[in-house]
Nanobody, 126 residues
């Protein structure tokens, strides 16, 4: 699966952004999808994941209540709505596909994902 993420940009603290990730190739709707981020000088970290049906989600504590992951399987697209952004949310955001089709447990580790988008940069100014 090829993934292309877009929607990043510069926003003031307290603002919102919506990231999108368009998939092409294999059956998108059979895979859980996730978002990760990497801040300068830091490791890539988990942000959120959504089940292949779209019915279940899981978030990192740092974004819970502010970010919402969703998907539209008809459009082969996964979204990340980010509200009440903070300067510490500044990072390059990556979408990724679960390596296992139809996995029941929502994956939150990098090694559980095999296809990655190119990343979209989010900068939050204070």
């Amino acid at each position: 699966v090829q993934l292309q993420a877009f929607g990043g940009g510069l926003v003031q603290a307290g603002g919102s952004l919506r990231l999108s990730c368009a998939a092409s190739g294999r059956t998108f709707s059979s895979y859980n999808m996730g978002w990760f981020r990497q801040a300068p000088g830091k490791e890539r970290e988990f942000v959120a994941t959504i089940s292949w049906t779209g019915g279940r989600t899981y978030y990192a504590d740092s974004v819970k209540g502010r970010f919402t992951i969703s998907r539209d399987n008809a459009k082969d697209t996964v979204y990340l709505q980010m509200n009440n952004l903070k300067p510490e949310d500044t990072a390059v955001y990556y979408c990724a596909k679960d390596s296992t089709s139809g996995r029941l447990r929502l994956p939150s580790q990098r090694y559980e994902y095999d296809d990655w988008g190119q990343g979209t940069e989010v900068t939050v100014s204070s």
